[in-house]
């Protein structure tokens, strides 16, 4: 089960984006379900005839969310037997705060940069006085 349009730990800023999942058996394939975030219910599912009808492949178009999701794929062929894509963390969202906020590298920069300009000034406020003080 091979999952392409969306790559683990990544972030997009989408609001929908097209996921192809292709699976292949030895044998026959009897079906394919998408699972979001718990993994007990299934957003999509797909039959055996419209793997056949794709060649292998099927497209779900996924819906921005403001958190992290976690796919999987599993496949299931005719005698039983279950293959997935393994687990694929991702953001979709076009929420700029959400993708600030989860973008943790400018996020922890962010934060040193306004610490290092709030001590900057308070530095300068107290350099002034005490400059101000022996003036007088």
Do not use: H
């Not at 009897?30 to 999509?44: H, I, K, N, R, W």
């Not at 700029?96 to 590298?105: E, K, L, R, S, Y």
């Not at 996020?107 to 007088?136: D, H, I, M, S, W």
């Amino acid at each position: 089960v091979v999952v392409t349009g969306v790559a683990d730990s990544t972030r997009y800023n989408e609001a929908t984006r097209i996921l192809r999942v292709t699976c292949e058996d030895n044998m026959a394939l009897d079906g394919l379900e998408l699972f979001l975030q718990d993994g007990t219910t299934p957003v999509a599912s797909f039959t055996a005839e419209e793997l056949v009808n794709g060649g292998g492949t099927v497209e779900y178009t996924l819906q921005e969310k403001d958190e992290w999701e976690t796919l999987t794929a599993v496949a299931r062929d005719m005698a039983g037997n279950t293959g997935d894509s393994g687990a694929i963390r991702f953001l979709l969202t076009t929420n700029f705060m959400v993708q600030f906020v989860n973008n943790v590298p400018v996020l922890v920069c962010t934060v040193v940069g306004v610490l290092a300009l709030v001590l900057f000034l308070l530095y300068v406020l107290v350099l002034r006085r005490t400059k101000k003080k022996e003036n007088e």
